[in-house]
């Protein structure tokens, strides 16, 4: 073994990295609306509605929560199996870009395209799923 990592494994690192990025996104754009106060406080009570960007923000955020397990579950069933490579690599690579592409569409409120890159980002999950299977 030469110690490289597998490009799942390096697509799952880089995957931490987009997590930190959304969850630092949601948190400026709530913070903006909701004051420093609230941010730095015990967030008591019920917070006000967020409003257009920092909803958009938190949604982003779920969606990517949302799939996130299922790539780490994929990422690493591929690795430990010695399956990695081939259309599993090629899938982290579709996921990973299309997640990324997927945020700035959602915080501009991009209808339609928005939904069309979460379905490229599927097809990624599947080809790992494939992959994994066979």
Known sequence: MD????LELVILGLSVVLLIVHTSLQGHFAT???GMDWNA???????APLGDKAGRAQRALDNFKETWPAFIALALGLAVTGSTGGIGA???????LARIVYLPLYLAGVPRWRSMVWLVSML?????L????F
Do not use: K, N, Y
Request: proline share 10%; hydrophobic share 55%; no cysteine.
């Open 3 to 6: 110690g490289a990592l597998p």
């Open 32 to 34: 903006r609306e909701r």
């Open 41 to 47: 406080g015990p967030r008591d009570g019920v917070p």
């Open 90 to 96: 090629i899938g982290a690579v579709i996921w990973f």
């Open 124 to 128: 990624g999950l599947l080809l790992m």
């Open 130 to 133: 494939i992959r994994f299977f």
